[in-house]
């Protein structure tokens, strides 16, 4: 019942609505949109060289002859993917901390969140910066969990202080009472009631990642070549902003798009999952 009351507040709110609808827009247009195009990404026109939005290519050309419309829409997959990925990663990994600290107490605690101190206050970017160009001939996904490995620091800490108080709850202490093991409490009576918690963080982590993604592809520590991004299209497309304004506005509008659509269901589910707003 809970979560069909979650969801007609969810669709209730204007914004949420504006989001969700904008934001399977995007994932289809993302996945669904290549196939409606004349060319892979991958394609050159050598006849089309820095060419303006025609019939032919619609969001115009680079400057060696790729589709915009091709390359953009390849850009938009990859970093709806990296954002998925990361805020999935960072999310459990927050949970899986915070909880156990939380629960156990003592020295796990102390340990776990001397680590949650440390990595808070660590310079990320200079780290990823640092990371990332030793890893140019590894796969993406290393990229990924660097991503993933600085994002869940703060959640982690408001899990561990909500475990606190959940353990004490009548339902825990009678699971411990009938023998459960403690690892299994966690993820079945503790982790659960922090569902609105981690729903809404993992909604917001993947906005938050695909913009951390995009500003570090802008300055060339993220995706390589060949593969692209929005971040790298927005670095390239950045350089001839002026003179060929297709190369930036097409995979900067789709960045702006898809973080805003995100945070607008963020938004939403925050406001649907709070019990002190009208059902």
Same mark, same amino acid.
């Given at each position: 019942?809970?979560?069909?009351?979650?969801?007609?507040?969810?669709?209730?709110?204007?914004?949420?609505?504006?989001? %969700? &609808?904008?934001?399977?827009?995007?994932?289809?247009?993302?996945?669904?949109?290549?196939?409606?195009?004349?060319?892979?990404?991958?394609?050159?026109?050598?006849?089309?060289?820095?060419?303006?939005? /025609?019939?032919?290519?619609?969001?115009?050309?680079?400057? @060696?002859?790729? /589709?915009?419309?091709? @390359?953009?829409?390849?850009?938009?997959?990859?970093?709806?993917?990296?954002? !998925? =990925? !990361?805020? =999935? &990663?960072?999310?459990?990994?927050?949970?899986?901390?915070?909880? +156990?600290?939380?629960?156990?107490?003592?020295?796990?605690?102390?340990?776990?969140?001397?680590?949650?101190?440390?990595?808070?206050?660590?310079?990320?970017?200079?780290?990823?910066?640092?990371?990332?160009?030793?890893?140019?001939?590894?796969?993406?996904?290393?990229?990924?969990?660097?991503?993933?490995? +600085?994002?869940?620091?703060?959640?982690?800490?408001?899990?561990?202080?909500?475990? %606190?108080?959940?353990?004490?709850?009548?339902?825990?202490? *009678?699971?411990?009472?009938?023998? &459960?093991?403690?690892?299994? $409490? $966690?993820?079945?009576? @503790?982790?659960?009631?922090?569902?609105?918690?981690?729903?809404?963080?993992?909604?917001?982590?993947?906005?938050?990642?695909? !913009?951390?993604?995009?500003?570090?592809?802008?300055?060339?520590?993220?995706?390589?070549? #060949? /593969?692209?991004?929005?971040?790298?299209? %927005?670095?390239?497309?950045?350089?001839? *902003?002026?003179?060929?304004?297709?190369?930036?506005?097409? #995979?900067?509008?789709?960045?702006?798009?898809?973080?805003?659509?995100?945070?607008? &269901?963020?938004?939403? =589910?925050?406001?649907?999952? /709070? #019990?002190?707003?009208?059902?």
């Amino acid at each position: 019942m809970r979560s069909k009351v979650v969801l007609r507040r969810l669709f209730r709110n204007p914004q949420a609505r504006y989001g %969700i &609808i904008a934001f399977v827009l995007l994932v289809a247009l993302a996945y669904i949109g290549p196939y409606f195009g004349s060319y892979e990404w991958t394609e050159k026109d050598f006849m089309a060289f820095l060419s303006p939005p /025609d019939a032919d290519h619609w969001w115009g050309t680079t400057s @060696i002859g790729q /589709d915009m419309y091709a @390359i953009t829409l390849r850009g938009m997959q990859k970093s709806i993917v990296i954002g !998925v =990925l !990361v805020a =999935l &990663i960072a999310t459990g990994l927050a949970a899986v901390v915070g909880a +156990f600290a939380g629960y156990f107490g003592g020295w796990l605690d102390r340990v776990l969140m001397w680590g949650v101190d440390l990595l808070l206050v660590l310079p990320s970017f200079l780290i990823l910066a640092i990371v990332s160009p030793r890893l140019r001939d590894g796969s993406w996904i290393w990229f990924v969990v660097l991503l993933a490995a +600085f994002t869940w620091m703060i959640t982690s800490r408001v899990v561990r202080s909500m475990t %606190i108080s959940l353990r004490e709850r009548e339902y825990v202490q *009678a699971a411990v009472y009938m023998g &459960i093991p403690r690892w299994k $409490i $966690i993820f079945r009576h @503790i982790v659960p009631n922090l569902s609105s918690l981690l729903i809404i963080d993992a909604t917001l982590n993947v906005s938050g990642a695909v !913009v951390g993604e995009a500003a570090l592809s802008f300055f060339g520590f993220g995706i390589q070549p #060949p /593969d692209v991004s929005l971040g790298t299209l %927005i670095a390239e497309g950045s350089r001839n *902003a002026t003179g060929y304004p297709w190369l930036f506005a097409f #995979p900067a509008g789709m960045l702006v798009l898809l973080v805003l659509s995100v945070n607008l &269901i963020g938004d939403g =589910l925050r406001d649907a999952l /709070d #019990p002190g707003s009208n059902s």
